[in-house]
T-cell receptor, first 112, second 114 residues
Framework: NAGVTQTPKFRILKIGQSMTLQCAQDMNHNYMYWYRQDPGMGLKLIYYSVGAGITDKGEVPNGYNVSRSTTEDFPLRLELAAPSQTSVYFC???????????FGNGTRLTVT | GQQLNQSPQSMFIQEGEDVSMNCTSSSIFNTWLWYKQEPGEGPVLLIALYKAGELTSNGRLTAQFGITRKDSFLNISASIPSDVGIYFCAGLPNSGGSNYKLTFGKGTLLTVNP
């Protein structure tokens, strides 16, 4: 059982570069989320999706974009990377709007 | 937005000791969740609480939904080295909404000395 799979695990970007963080889940969950985790700061919601074709902003969406063309995939796009985007990014999914979130193992991103 | 105050920020204990941590808020929550995150991995749900006063156990872990609906507690009994990790509380506000309104505490880092 793969669950939620995130790639890559690690990435170093230069300021101004762009990249896409990949997230895929094989549990047929409708709800998917992107969080960032900064040391000692807990998890902050970047974007979420309640189903294919539907996305919405979370608490900290600036500098990011998402798309949800299929139920399984929810990529996060960083355009013009900035040092403030250095963080660990977690993708999560849930079967319903309320209930247990299933997290991937994260992508550690450094922007220098 | 909503804020959760989680304490303590960190704990360093001896194997076999009991552990207590808590989350408080100035607002009412209708769901409390407790997650554990091990190094290099994503958070994993430990216990979910949906009713004020509810007391739920999962092995050596026990969590309670405070009567005021503004707090929750997690206790770990007879700690073992594999309990090491960061423990997060998370809550859904009483104003409704689904997981996209989930607020996370800043975490409690637990270290267990064998």
């Amino acid at each position: 059982n793969a669950g939620v799979t995130q790639t890559p695990k690690f990435r170093i970007l230069k300021i101004g570069q762009s990249m896409t963080l990949q997230c895929a889940q094989d549990m047929n969950h409708n709800y998917m989320y992107w969080y960032r985790q900064d040391p000692g700061m807990g998890l902050k919601l970047i974007y979420y999706s309640v189903g294919a074709g539907i996305t919405d902003k979370g608490e900290v969406p600036n500098g990011y974009n998402v798309s949800r063309s299929t139920t399984e995939d929810f990529p996060l796009r960083l355009e013009l990377a900035a040092p403030s985007q250095t963080s660990v990014y977690f993708c999560a999914s849930s079967t319903a709007g309320i209930g247990a979130l299933h997290f991937g193992n994260g992508t550690r991103l450094t922007v220098t | 937005g909503q804020q959760l105050n989680q304490s303590p920020q960190s704990m360093f204990i001896q194997e076999g000791e009991d552990v207590s941590m808590n989350c408080t808020s100035s607002s009412i929550f209708n769901t409390w969740l407790w997650y554990k995150q091990e190094p290099g991995e994503g958070p994993v749900l430990l216990i979910a609480l949906y009713k004020a006063g509810e007391l739920t156990s999962n092995g050596r872990l026990t969590a309670q939904f405070g009567i005021t609906r503004k707090d929750s507690f997690l206790n770990i009994s007879a700690s073992i080295p594999s309990d090491v990790g960061i423990y997060f509380c998370a809550g859904l506000p009483n104003s409704g909404g689904s997981n996209y309104k989930l607020t996370f505490g800043k975490g409690t880092l637990l270290t267990v000395n064998p």
